[in-house]
């Protein structure tokens, strides 16, 4: 129990600390808004404001998992590159990277939030909220890949 305890802790403070680099990454970038304006689907204050949708879930899901075994040396891991993937495509994307960067972290960020659901998915009777949240921000990585895969490609490739 003591093992699931430090990945729990260890999960929270990535997941402060995603949070807070992804509020500092994507501070009003008038050539980064003018580059997602061509192609999303989405205005950037409804992004953000999914995001904040998709970690209160996250913090809601950090509060029922606390002391519990959800917290396994594999779902942390999968957390922590989910969170890597994420911060990291954003700050490709921001700084203007390079396509085959960016891609590399939103993939990861992608292939690791399917692999968490995955693996969470004996929680989701015992943990509800694990459903949820996993699901929403599987949904949400794979339009994120899919719209940022058509800014690289519309916008940057022409």
């Known amino acids: 129990m ?5 990945n729990f802790w260890i999960a929270l403070i990535v997941f402060i600390a995603h949070i807070i680099g992804n509020l500092i990454v994507t501070k009003p970038n008038p050539e980064l808004f003018n580059r997602l304006e061509k192609l999303t689907l989405f205005p950037p204050s409804w992004v953000f404001i999914i995001w904040f949708v998709i970690w209160i879930l996250q913090s809601v899901l950090f509060y029922q998992t606390y002391n519990s075994a959800f917290w396994s040396n594999t779902t942390t891991l999968l957390f922590l590159l989910v969170c890597i993937g994420n911060l990291g495509s954003q ?10 960067v960016y891609i590399l972290f939103i993939s990861c960020m992608l292939v690791s939030s399917i692999l968490f659901m995955e693996k969470t998915s004996g929680f989701y009777s015992t943990i509800p909220i694990s459903k949820s949240a996993s699901q929403i921000y599987v949904g949400w990585a794979s ?6 895969l058509g800014v690289i490609l519309v916008t940057d490739q022409k």
């Open 2 to 6: 003591a093992h699931s305890f430090l």
């Open 91 to 100: 700050y490709a994307g921001a700084n203007n990277y390079g396509w085959f």
């Open 143 to 148: 339009l994120a890949f899919l719209v940022g």
